[in-house]
């Protein structure tokens, strides 16, 4: 009998286990995504964004959803056709606020007794509350200039009309990211609510806010007693060469840029200001170097009395990211990047001494609950998209909160992670990821992709990447490894420094001997079938490698920089190319050239995939056009997919699935 029911489960599991199959892109595409989340001020609830995606459709629909966290009950709240997102819970404790149609409403904790708040001609955006809730921050794009919103729609109805198709260009940085720029600004106002009314707090300012580069929602909050407020802003003429965002103060009783006071004192890029609770400190995030954007992020106290600074993360190794203050103001809780993690910390602000909390997987949108005991966060890994965690702050316990995909994911083996380290250029340890797919038989041998990720100044993390998923490269019965070369974040500053004026060296040597590593101790690849793929830095180093060796059977650039020279003539950001290449191309022409790979055409033998969007004014098209060309002429197979309407990355739907399918197929018709 014992045999019999032994039998009967394992003929159970084994169905189960049959049941299952390899990750597809529709699936990844199923995946309900979580944004950003806010807790009650009883903190018995929280909200939270969730969009979900229709491939038939071509588009994504985000909702708010609730969990009451006893029970960890959860449902959506909001879920029209209509995009609701943003919730922030009202300090009063009845009414959950959100953005719809550019504007803010109002719900109860049900999604009833929606009432619209604003009504905004310019749109509005990314409200934070006062303490007692009678008012909220929130950003909108006006022109400078106007003091109405009729102004700003009279200006918008002229350009419109106009019978002249041109755009009229004086000052640099005149497109951005995906973009182009008009005189229009990003504004930071406050909304009254008792009066009904707003005020631009930062009227006649040309600069943006949040900063159109390197910023973010966290740039302004008010102080803890609610009359005054803080935010992020660069003040230099020529914003295409200046990383220098600095943090600035404003009394609410005297409004006007005449009185915004500086707090900052780094030529670098600083940002986050959030007051203590108990009104008596700020912290932000700084960098100390003027034009680099991947220097150390420290996380520094300023004591709002003496007006005196202090550098809490000096000995610290790693770069601040996000960050939040204890209820006591004695603590602070962070992210930091740390080797293929995004940890969780806390440091006493008195002390500086460190901790920490939660090491493992990808991070984020810290929350501290109602009675401190506890920290509410996101946290994804490479067979979890994000879901909602908290982590005992004593004991450092770790539980799950949401499971929104679970029934997706019970359908779906995935491949396992571990690492491996190699020794890099000058002897340096360097860490890979390495995915087995699905299924995996340690008897058979498997085809290689490697991965090069972008930045450069970035990291292949432990998370679960909606456009380079390293689960989804593997499910086709592929060995993934995705190494960390130096440049990468995670591993202390000198590591991510190396790179700079470097581009094609030490980070080269560190990928080769990751790969001749993983080759040699790994007998399970198939060494007559590797591949290669990157985007960005991924996608430039891709083409370095066309250049430098024919190891791979074929390979995939994905707006990947080709031409120093005229990648600096057509990008908006101009500080990085500048920092990068040690000089503008005419004051160090060597430096352009030597890491070029346009230099080293002649070279060129391995078959390649191209991707670019049109809109991608980060890695500008032409990069591209001229990669493609050259490969022509020197009798290369290759193939080239321009995507019009995307951006430095291919994000709708069907075009993503147009590109995975594209890449699967570039691999299997040059396996040998």
């Known amino acids: 009998m014992k045999r019999f029911f032994a039998l009967l489960i394992l003929l159970f599991a084994t169905q189960i286990y049959a049941q299952k199959h390899e990750m597809t892109v529709e699936d990844m595409w199923k995946m309900k995504r979580i944004g950003s989340t806010s807790l009650s001020p009883k903190g018995d609830f929280i909200a939270f964004s969730v969009t979900s995606y229709n491939m038939d459709e071509n588009k994504g629909n985000t909702d708010i959803w609730i969990v009451k966290l006893e029970g960890n009950q959860v449902k959506p709240i909001l879920n029209s056709e209509k995009n609701e997102s943003s919730p922030v819970f009202h300090p009063d404790g009845k009414r959950i606020f959100f953005q719809q149609d550019e504007q803010i409403f109002s719900c109860d904790y049900e999604g009833k007794n929606v009432k619209q708040i604003t009504d905004f001609y310019s749109g509005v955006s990314g409200i934070k509350f006062n303490k007692d809730g009678s008012k909220f921050l929130f950003v909108s794009e006006v022109y400078p200039n106007c003091t109405s919103q009729e102004c700003n729609q009279k200006k918008d109805e002229e350009i419109a009309n106009l019978k002249v198709e041109v755009r009229v260009i004086e000052n640099l940085l005149f497109r951005h990211w995906d973009s182009w720029r008009s005189e229009k600004r990003s504004h930071l106002f406050v909304y009254d609510l008792n009066t009904n009314s707003a005020i631009d707090l930062t009227q006649n300012c040309k600069s943006d806010i949040p900063t159109i580069a390197l910023g973010s929602a966290y740039d302004y909050n008010f102080s803890s007693d609610g009359k005054s407020v803080v935010f992020t802003m660069n003040p230099d003429k020529v914003q295409a060469t200046s990383t220098n965002n600095e943090i600035f103060r404003i009394n609410l009783d005297k409004i006007g840029k005449d009185n915004f006071e500086l707090i900052s004192n780094s030529k670098g890029n600083d940002n986050q200001p959030i007051f203590?609770?108990?009104?008596?400190?700020?912290?932000?995030?700084?960098?100390?170097?003027?034009?680099?954007?991947?220097?150390?992020?420290?996380?520094?106290?300023?004591?709002?009395?003496?007006?005196?600074?202090?550098?809490?993360?000096?000995?610290?190794?790693?770069?601040?990211?996000?960050?939040?203050?204890?209820?006591?103001?004695?603590?602070?809780?962070?992210?930091?990047?740390?080797?293929?993690?995004?940890?969780?910390?806390?440091?006493?602000?008195?002390?500086?001494?460190?901790?920490?909390?939660?090491?493992?997987?990808?991070?984020?949108?810290?929350?501290?609950?109602?009675?401190?005991?506890?920290?509410?966060?996101?946290?994804?890994?490479?067979?979890?998209?994000?879901?909602?965690?908290?982590?005992?702050?004593?004991?450092?316990?770790?539980?799950?909160?949401?499971?929104?995909?679970?029934?997706?994911?019970?359908?779906?083996?995935?491949?396992?992670?571990?690492?491996?380290?190699?020794?890099?250029?000058?002897?340096?340890?360097?860490?890979?990821?390495?995915?087995?797919?699905?299924?995996?038989?340690?008897?058979?041998?498997?085809?290689?992709?490697?991965?090069?990720?972008?930045?450069?100044?970035?990291?292949?993390?432990?998370?679960?990447?909606?456009?380079?998923?390293?689960?989804?490269?593997?499910?086709?019965?592929?060995?993934?490894?995705?190494?960390?070369?130096?440049?990468?974040?995670?591993?202390?500053?000198?590591?991510?420094?190396?790179?700079?004026?470097?581009?094609?060296?030490?980070?080269?040597?560190?990928?080769?001997?990751?790969?001749?590593?993983?080759?040699?101790?790994?007998?399970?690849?198939?060494?007559?079938?590797?591949?290669?793929?990157?985007?960005?830095?991924?996608?430039?180093?891709?083409?370095?490698?066309?250049?430098?060796?024919?190891?791979?059977?074929?390979?995939?650039?994905?707006?990947?920089?080709?031409?120093?020279?005229?990648?600096?003539?057509?990008?908006?950001?101009?500080?990085?190319?500048?920092?990068?290449?040690?000089?503008?191309?005419?004051?160090?022409?060597?430096?352009?050239?030597?890491?070029?790979?346009?230099?080293?055409?002649?070279?060129?033998?391995?078959?390649?995939?191209?991707?670019?969007?049109?809109?991608?004014?980060?890695?500008?098209?032409?990069?591209a056009f001229q990669l493609f060309t050259s490969l022509q002429k020197m009798g290369v197979e290759s193939k080239f997919l321009y995507f019009p309407k995307e951006t430095h990355f291919v994000t709708k739907p069907q075009n993503a699935r147009f590109w995975w399918n594209s890449i699967f197929d570039w691999f299997e018709n040059h396996k040998r």
């Open 276 to 623: 203590s609770p108990n009104g008596e400190m700020l912290a932000f995030t700084s960098m100390k170097r003027a034009g680099f954007e991947a220097d150390k992020q420290d996380l520094i106290i300023y004591d709002v009395e003496t007006k005196s600074y202090k550098n809490l993360t000096e000995n610290f190794v790693f770069s601040i990211s996000e960050f939040i203050w204890s209820h006591t103001s004695k603590k602070i809780y962070f992210i930091s990047s740390n080797e293929i993690n995004e940890s969780i910390y806390q440091i006493d602000v008195a002390s500086g001494k460190v901790d920490l909390l939660e090491k493992e997987n990808v991070n984020s949108d810290l929350i501290l609950s109602a009675n401190g005991n506890f920290l509410y966060f996101k946290k994804q890994k490479s067979d979890l998209p994000s879901e909602l965690f908290s982590i005992n702050i004593t004991t450092k316990k770790v539980s799950q909160i949401t499971s929104i995909n679970q029934q997706i994911l019970d359908e779906i083996e995935f491949g396992k992670l571990e690492t491996f380290w190699a020794k890099g250029a000058n002897g340096d340890n360097v860490q890979s990821i390495l995915i087995k797919p699905p299924f995996f038989d340690e008897n058979k041998k498997y085809p290689l992709i490697f991965l090069i990720h972008g930045g450069p100044q970035g990291h292949w993390s432990d998370d679960f990447h909606y456009r380079w998923n390293i689960q989804l490269f593997a499910s086709k019965g592929y060995v993934v490894i995705a190494p960390n070369p130096r440049g990468s974040t995670g591993y202390g500053q000198k590591f991510v420094d190396e790179i700079s004026g470097d581009w094609g060296g030490k980070p080269y040597k560190d990928l080769m001997n990751s790969l001749d590593f993983a080759l040699d101790k790994y007998s399970f690849i198939d060494k007559n079938n590797l591949f290669a793929a990157g985007a960005s830095y991924g996608g430039y180093m891709i083409n370095w490698i066309e250049g430098k060796n024919t190891r791979f059977n074929a390979l995939v650039s994905h707006d990947g920089v080709f031409d120093h020279e005229s990648m600096y003539g057509t990008t908006e950001e101009l500080w990085f190319p500048e920092w990068e290449m040690n000089g503008t191309p005419w004051e160090n022409p060597e430096s352009y050239s030597k890491w070029s790979p346009s230099t080293y055409v002649k070279n060129f033998k391995t078959p390649m995939l191209i991707v670019q969007g049109g809109n991608d004014f980060r890695v500008p098209e032409g990069q």
